[in-house]
């Protein structure tokens, strides 16, 4: 039995501020910037409730039924398409792969498939949230091709959960400062190749739901924020972190609540500086979202989304 009966957002006390909307009401109203909101720490996230219809999703779900598994690539909870940025690793063949796999994409979008629809509604989305800002993908400053808007994430049932992470914890510690190095592609990382307007902090975390786990498959919230001297012995390290001091953060000692958003649903965090997993799906249903991140142009006036 699906899950679609349980709270969105659950756990003993809830001590970040998230806002539930719906989507008609937001396409109703265009004063209230919830992205501003969340730029300003006025708020920590908000879901937008039924961006996409059951009929919509149904269509789109059976499309990705089309993506074979070769075209898909492994990461820690599961499968993803296209490539995710982290593909463009500094190695010889890492800028060409990412862009193969983003070009299959994009071919598949061309093809008046039912990625239009996503791809559509996911520019209108950002529009009526982000009201205030000119919404832009970005492209990479070396061919001045865009990079994937978002990506598609398929947890799959015992493969294990995304590890604690947090958005910030991932980036360049410059702030950009090597944009004004030219690199080439065969050396180039994901973060060489931004627009030098890019603004690093902060960074949101967005994903629209696709499809729900029977169980498992939860965001989990921890109470703990960005700061460059906490850091992780391993990257799939899921039980401590180490704070300043060099002791360990032990995740069961630290407060925490659960998001799982509805099919259909998408929500938009403060990824970068909120510490955050992804719990591992249990049950026969994959867990499927799509989604990416949300970066600022250091004037203010524009928004990146981009994964």
């Not at 004004?180 to 592609?185: C, I």
């Not at 060099?246 to 998408?266: C, E, H, S, W």
């Not at 867990?287 to 989304?305: E, L, P, S, V």
Request: aromatic letters at 14%; charged letters at 25%; glycine letters at 6%.
């Amino acid at each position: 039995m699906l899950t679609n009966n349980v709270p969105t957002i659950s756990g003993d006390g809830i001590f970040f501020k998230f806002r539930e909307i719906d989507y008609s009401d937001i396409k109703k109203s265009k004063e209230v910037d919830y992205v501003r909101q969340l730029k300003n720490n006025a708020i920590d996230g908000f879901v937008v409730k039924d961006v996409l219809k059951p009929d919509e999703l149904k269509s789109v779900k059976d499309y990705l039924e089309t993506v074979s598994d070769e075209e898909k690539l492994n990461f820690p909870a599961g499968k993803i398409y296209p490539a995710v940025f982290s593909t463009i690793n500094g190695a010889s063949d890492g800028f060409k792969k990412y862009y193969d796999s983003l070009n299959s994409y994009n071919n598949r979008v061309a093809a008046d498939s039912p990625l239009n629809l996503l791809t559509e509604r996911l520019a209108e989305f950002f529009k009526n949230t982000a009201n205030s800002y000119d919404t832009r993908v970005p492209r990479n400053r070396l061919n001045n091709q865009l990079v994937a808007a978002s990506t598609f994430r398929f947890f799959l049932p015992g493969a294990g959960n995304l590890h604690v992470h947090c958005g910030h914890s991932h980036q360049p510690k410059d702030n950009g400062a090597h944009l004004s190095k030219t690199v080439s592609e065969s050396e180039a990382k994901f973060y060489d190749i931004l627009p030098t307007d890019f603004d690093y902090h902060p960074q949101l975390s967005y994903f629209l739901v696709l499809q729900n786990s029977e169980e498992g498959g939860e965001l989990t919230v921890y109470d703990l924020l960005w700061d460059e001297r906490i850091t992780k012995d391993y990257p799939e390290n899921n039980e401590f972190l180490i704070d300043p001091n060099g002791q360990r953060l032990y995740l069961k000692d630290l407060r925490a609540f659960a998001i799982k958003p509805k099919a259909g649903d998408v929500l938009v965090f403060s990824g970068g500086p909120i510490w955050h997993r992804v719990e591992e799906v249990k049950g026969n249903i994959p867990r499927i979202t799509f989604g990416g991140f949300i970066n600022f142009t250091k004037d203010d006036k524009a928004i990146y989304y981009w994964s």
